[in-house]
């Protein structure tokens, strides 16, 4: 018989109405005097299987797919039989074995190999999973030999500049100062990417040990999560998760009897994009108005307060316990080139098979989007792939086989940032997007730098223009040595980036800029 | 009205934090829906900044702002993800149905509406989120009656109160 059920608390999960779901089955179960736990499990990421509910018996974990509220008294029937999967095999919701869903064999799961397994604030769950077993053994290393094993690692910022975070630690480490910080960007504002989120819903202690190893690497006893307030129910997990682990000893003083201490704070955007670019995020935890900084100074030289800062994505820090815990080598083996271990792709927009999948570096966008992702959710053929949030550019056809690999995807012109990929079907107006682009920059410019504060507008303008048909061809001049000054004289990747979806709106799909 | 006393409480709470004024921004807009004229100075003074410094934080950022508004904050994806399934339908609708454009309120004050750039829900566009509850693959019928029950639970809380 059932001994437990799992029903997800991300975000996406509860969004297609888990917590309705899971009340029922709450209710049901009380009314019965069953003594079967319920559990509020992370979510696996495969989101267009959402509420994905799972099924304990002896036997393993059993899903059904997509449960709505009328599902849940045929299924409470079949609870108490010895045989569930058997019984459950009638029913058209009914998937079989959760390890053996095709879309998570298929994967390479090593930072999200945790998400959804149990509750994600469970910290005995967490450490039966492996958890903690990096701080365990960082805590036991000098601070050297803690940033020699990230270096050896090859691991690159998974934010989206893919800077090698080694290299970034040992100029935390060598830089002498007696206050340095560790930020973790938790910003993730790039439409079509959720990885962080999910992360930080599905596997919180994950990323808070990376960032108390990343103190205890460089010397820093503060650790600051800045996270967007577009993220309501990651902020609750969050605070939850490290008010237990300061209940349990691994964050505050001497933790875990070491000399080594440190204190962790989420920290609230306020609905400003430009915060997701380091520098303009520091100044936003400082009190101030999100501003990009020019460098250098470096942050990790002169950062938050003007001390020595290492500032790294979600999920880089959540891959450092990985790291720590199974060695430089065993991530290392990860990849291709000089992109190393595993990518979280989110595959987001007009997609069948929507989700987080976790694969090595060298998978194409081409078995992404159709092995995974099945083609679109409407049905209709693919026009446009914009890999790398709202900055990144539009993948034609024609190299749909390029390899997910930073260098790869940077020569031909693209990148591969936080690993979103938004896919929109023939009924996508590609000018419309483009006008999109330049909207956004305008919304969200920092207004730093003339480039991008003014450029969006004129941007907006000259595209406007072109909407309406009036002197196209000059327009494009326009268009075009617009997007060269932004891309060249803006101070950060906002204004510099923009133009690439919008050039490459205008190479691949120009009839739509012409008719 | 007078907000000294709360904005001082709130004031007290948070001075102690490094880089407080978006903690307290934060919990004033939480307090009241939204930032009083008063505050700025009041803000000025305890934190050792000048009102302009100030001023410039709350206009900065789209989540502060300085005029109360409707009390239930809903907010539409306007990002490529969810456009990709339909979202720009989707937001003319919703400004048709409230009568309301963006940064507006309706005369009932009940909702504020809002446009947002990514909830983070992209895998099921398109999402839209009312107050701290986000929704997924959203569609015209659904939103109104998603607004239907915000109307419903105001006229049960009058009720109550009656």
């Given amino acids: 018989m059932i001994k437990k059920i799992f029903v997800p608390i991300d975000t996406t999960a509860i969004a297609l109405g888990s917590n309705v779901v899971a009340e029922i089955f709450e209710n049901a179960l009380k009314e019965n005097g069953s003594d079967i736990q319920l559990i509020r499990n992370g979510s696996r990421g495969m989101f267009w299987l959402e509420p994905l509910i799972e099924f304990e018996n002896n036997n393993g974990r059993f899903s059904f797919k997509n449960v709505v509220p009328s599902d849940v008294l045929p299924i409470m029937q079949l609870l108490e039989a010895d045989d569930f999967e058997n019984l459950a095999t009638g029913n058209e919701k009914f998937l079989g074995n959760t390890k053996e869903i095709e879309y998570l064999q298929n994967q390479s799961r090593l930072s999200f190999s945790k998400a959804g397994i149990g509750d994600p604030l469970c910290l005995e769950n967490y450490t039966a999973l492996g958890g903690f077993k990096g701080l365990k053994k960082a805590l036991g290393m000098k601070p050297q030999e803690i940033v020699d094993e990230v270096k050896n690692s090859g691991l690159r910022g998974r934010g989206g500049a893919a800077f090698p975070t080694g290299i970034k630690w040992q100029t935390v480490l060598d830089t002498k100062h007696p206050k340095k910080y560790v930020v973790c960007n938790a910003d993730e504002g790039d439409s079509g990417t959720f990885a962080d989120r999910l992360l930080m819903e599905s596997d919180p202690y994950q990323l808070i040990e990376g960032m108390i190893i990343a103190g205890a690497a460089v010397g820093s006893d503060q650790g600051y999560i800045y996270l967007r307030s577009e993220y309501p129910y990651a902020h609750k997990t969050l605070n939850t998760a490290i008010s237990k682990c300061y209940a349990e000893g691994f964050l505050g003083k001497n933790m875990l009897g070491s000399n080594i201490s440190f204190d962790l704070e989420v920290r609230l955007g306020a609905g400003a994009y430009i915060c ?240 | 009205m007078n907000y000294k006393a709360e904005i001082l409480d709130i004031v007290r709470d948070h001075i102690d934090m490094e880089g407080s004024l978006l903690p307290i921004l934060h919990a004033i807009m939480d307090r009241l829906n939204f930032i009083p004229e008063e505050a700025i100075s009041l803000l000025a003074k305890k934190l050792n900044l000048s009102s302009a410094e100030v001023s410039g934080v709350i206009s900065f950022y789209h989540d502060f702002r300085k005029e109360r508004v409707g009390s239930h904050k809903v907010q539409i994806c306007r990002s490529e993800a969810c456009q990709a399934m339909g979202s720009r339908d989707l937001e003319k609708h919703v400004k048709t149905s409230l009568g309301i454009d963006y940064g507006e309120s309706t005369k009932d004050q009940l909702i504020y509406l809002e446009p947002v750039y990514c909830l983070g829900n992209c895998a099921c566009s398109p999402s839209v989120r009312i107050d701290d509850d986000i929704h997924a693959r959203v569609t015209p019928d659904s939103f109104d009656n998603l607004i239907s029950d915000i109307k419903l639970s105001k006229t049960r809380d009058e009720d109550l109160a009656r």
């Fill in chain 1, 276 to 515: 997701g670019e380091e520098t303009s995020l520091l100044e936003s935890l400082e009190g101030k108005r999100g501003m990009v900084r020019s460098k250098p100074p470096l942050p990790a030289i002169e950062g938050l307060f003007g001390c020595p800062t290492v500032v790294n994505n979600v999920l880089t820090l959540g891959a450092i316990s990985i790291i720590l815990g199974q060695g430089a080598t065993f991530y290392q083996d990860f990849g291709t080139g000089r992109s190393r271990g595993t990518l979280p792709v989110q595959l987001a927009g007009n997609i069948k098979r929507g989700g987080l999948i976790e694969v090595p570096f060298g998978v194409t966008l081409k078995e992404i989007v159709e092995g995974f992702g099945n083609g679109t959710h409407s049905g209709r053929p693919i026009k446009a792939i914009q890999v790398g949030g709202p900055l990144g550019a539009f993948v034609p056809k024609q190299q749909w086989d390029t390899p997910l690999d930073y260098e790869a995807f940077s020569a031909i012109g693209a990148m591969i940032g936080h690993g979103g990929i938004v896919v929109f079907d023939e009924t996508a107006n590609m000018f419309d997007q483009a006008r999109f682009a330049m909207e956004f920059c305008e919304i969200e410019s920092c207004g730093k730098c003339t480039p991008c504060r003014i450029g969006s507008t004129r941007g907006m303008e000259v595209l406007d223009k072109i909407g309406l048909q009036q002197d196209v061809d000059s327009n494009l001049i326009l268009l075009e040595e617009l997007c060269d000054t932004m891309e060249n004289a803006s101070l950060c990747a906002m204004g510099g980036m923009t133009p690439f979806p919008v050039k490459s709106a205008l190479e691949l799909y120009k009839e739509d800029f012409t008719s």
